[in-house]
C-alpha cells in the first residue's frame, strides 16, 4: 500500500504532514514516486484564500475521473467546512480534521478494506502535536509550540479551522529540541499561528511564556540557530524583545505581519493595534538586534555585522479599501523597508466576520495594489541585500545544487545553496566539497532582491 502527499499552505501545514508520515508509516504504508504508484492520496489543505482553495477542488475533480479507484483523505484547514464537503460529496472518501487524524484514519482503514498490518500507532492519542514527525529535512526542522488562535481578525479562518489557542507542554517541546540536536539538526523553526500567546507549563507546575521557552531551548548544548514564527504586533512585548537581543542563537529575522499600513482598516480587521504601536516596535526590535551584532562583533565571534531582516504580510483589497487607506501601507513599506513580506490579495472567506462585508474593491485594483508593493519590496529588500556585499557571513549549507540545474551551468566550481541567519537565500562556489547541513562562512560578491551570492571562504 502507498501513499501521496498533496500539500497546500503555510508551514504548520508541511509540520502537520510531517506528523501524518509517521501515522501512515506505522499502518506500514510507503510513499509513492508519484501519484499513479499510490492507492491513497491525502490532500492537506489551506483555506486561508479562494485561489489555493480552488486548486485543491480543481485537483481533486480531475483525480477522481483519472483514477476512480484510489482514495482520497482531505485533511487540513478545508475538512471541517460543511460547504466544502458538499461540493467533494462523491469524490473524497474521508474528511478529516487534523487533530482527529490518528484516530479517524484507522476507522477508514478498517472500513475501506485497505490491507494494512498491526501498527503501534496509538490512535486514541488526544494530541496529535505529539505524534513524533517523520522530519522531511535533518537540519531545519519545523517544532509546532502552539496552534490555533483566539484573536478572530475578521478575515481569517484560522481560529474556525484550527481551534481556539492551545499550547503544547514545555517539557515536550524541550524533549523533542533535544533530541533533534542531538541528532545534528541545525536549526530549529517554532512554529505557531501566535507564538507570542504561548502558554504552558513544566511538570513542576511554572508557568512558561514564549521567552522563557525560548531560554529553556537555547540552553540545550550544540551549535543551533533558532527561528520563530508567527509574531502578533499586539502581543510581542519587551520581554520577548530583550530575551532575543540577548540570544546567540535565536537568529536575526522576524516575520511580524502588518496586514494593513491604515488605521481603520486595522481596526476593521480587528487587529487590535494601531500603524504607530507596529512602527515603534520594529524600531524598538531593530535596536535590540543592533546591540547584540555589535557585541558579537566586537567580541571577533562574527565577521560583520548583522542587520534584523523584517518579513511582513499584507492584504490588499479588504473590502472598504480606499486609495488612500492603500496608499497609507505604501508608506508603510518604503517606511520599514522590508526584507520580504507576502502579499495577499483580500478574498472572503466563509464563517468569518468578513464575510459579511461587501467585497467591493476590483480584482484589477486588487492585482495593481499587489505589483505595487511587490515594485517597493523589490527596491527595499535589493537595498538591504546590497550591505552585504563583501561581508562574511555565517551559511547554512542547505544542498549542494545538482551539476545540469541552469545555476550549474554557470561555473564548472561546485555551487550550493544555503540560507543566512536573516534567511536570506545564498547561492555560493566553492571549491571543495561541503557537508550539507554544515555552517559555513561565505564571502558575499552580489546582491539581488530575494538572493545573495557569495564564496566559500
Ligand atoms: S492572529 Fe489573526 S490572522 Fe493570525 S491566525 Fe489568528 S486570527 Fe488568523
New binding site residues.
Partial sequence: MQYYLKIFGCQMNYSDTERIETILTKYKMKKAASIEAANLIVFVTCGVRQSAENRVYGQINNLRKKYPKKKIILTGCLAHRKDVQRRLKGKVDLFCEINNFPKNILKFFQNSKFKIKNSSCDASLKDYLEIKPHYTNKYTAYVPVMTG?N???SY?V??YARGREYSRLAQNILKEAKSLVKKGCKEIVLLG??VNSYNSKLQKGEAISFPKLLRLIENLPEKFWITFLTS?PKDMNDELIKMIAQSKKICEYISLPAQSGDNEILRKMNRHYTIAHYKNLIKKIRKAYDSRSHLEWTRGETSNRITPAISTDIIVGFPGETKKQFENTAKLFREMKFDMAYINQYSPRPETAAWKLKDNVSKKEKVRREKFLTEILKKTALENNKKYIRKVVEVLADNAVRPHSSLAARSDRLKYMGHTRTQKKVLFFSNKKIPVGSFVKVKITKAKAFGLEGELL
Avoid: L
Fill in positions: 488562535c484573536n478572530f481578525c481569517c484560522v481560529p499561528q501566535n502578533h
